[in-house]
């Protein structure tokens, strides 16, 4: 198995690219708030210190919300609180207040719900494939971060362009794509570890919207 095994049949195909761009855009958003620290305002010191103390707890409640929840409702509602927090720093200029405390509150907060979900989407990705492409599927998603991460400090050069827009309306608008593309995934929570594609192309298991439409399309045919 390589690689190109991925993209042979459609579902895989479309989860495949699908969870390309979720580690495409974690990697990017992650780093492009990294490198943009200095550009929040307020003291440079504090901001890093907040922007590495949040990881605690959002590491700890990872694990809590992941073995209780339905994994897509806890990546969506992180992923949607996180670009909007990220957009909503556009909305306050630097300088005005004590600070710059709305603008810290809202990045640091994105950056929360960032560190959240991109721990829990190495089990997501690892359930999301079968057991024969598990492997290439978990690496090649995680390369697509590391394409992020590479693109992230282009991001930051941005600000001569719009220092409000740029970087963190950019990041914000990147990472509520990455949550709409949740809709094309399944939910894995407390399902059956797949082991072949056949059982991912044709089995009973819980299907995306997009298949789930197709099918009933095809079964309301079949009946008529």
């Known amino acids: 198995m390589?690689?190109?095994?991925?993209?042979?049949?459609?579902?895989?195909?479309?989860?495949?690219?699908?969870?390309?761009?979720?580690?495409?855009?974690?990697?990017?958003?992650?780093?492009?708030?990294?490198?943009?620290?200095?550009?929040?305002?307020?003291?440079?010191?504090?901001?890093t210190f907040i922007f590495g103390a949040v990881d605690i707890p959002a590491f700890a409640l990872t694990v809590y919300f992941l073995s209780r929840f339905r994994r897509r409702e806890v990546f969506l509602i992180s992923m949607v609180v996180c670009g909007t927090a990220l957009l909503c720093t556009m909305a306050f200029d630097k300088g005005v207040y004590t600070g710059d405390w709305p603008i810290i509150f809202f990045a640091m907060m994105g950056k929360f719900c960032l560190s959240l979900t991109f721990t829990g989407i190495y089990l997501y990705t690892v359930e999301l494939y079968p057991v024969l492409v598990r492997n290439v599927g978990m690496g090649s998603s995680s390369t697509m971060a590391r394409v992020g991460s590479i693109l992230a400090p282009m991001s930051a050069q941005l600000k001569w362009v719009d220092p409000k827009m740029f970087p963190t309306g950019l990041l914000g608008l990147v990472f509520l794509t990455c949550a709409s593309v949740l809709f094309l995934l399944p939910e894995t929570f407390n399902k059956p570890l797949l082991k072949t594609i056949d059982e991912l192309e044709n089995g009973d298991y819980?299907?995306?919207?997009?298949?789930?439409?197709?099918?009933?399309?095809?079964?309301?045919?079949?009946?008529?």
């Not at 479309?14 to 305002?41: E, K, R």
């Not at 299907?207 to 197709?214: D, I, N, V």
């Open 206 to 224: 819980k299907q995306s919207r997009l298949f789930r439409k197709e099918n009933k399309v095809d079964s309301n045919f079949h009946m008529n």
């Open 2 to 47: 390589n690689v190109f095994s991925l993209f042979k049949t459609p579902r895989l195909r479309l989860y495949t690219l699908c969870a390309y761009w979720l580690w495409f855009g974690h990697g990017f958003v992650y780093y492009g708030i990294a490198l943009n620290i200095g550009n929040l305002g307020g003291d440079l010191f504090l901001n």
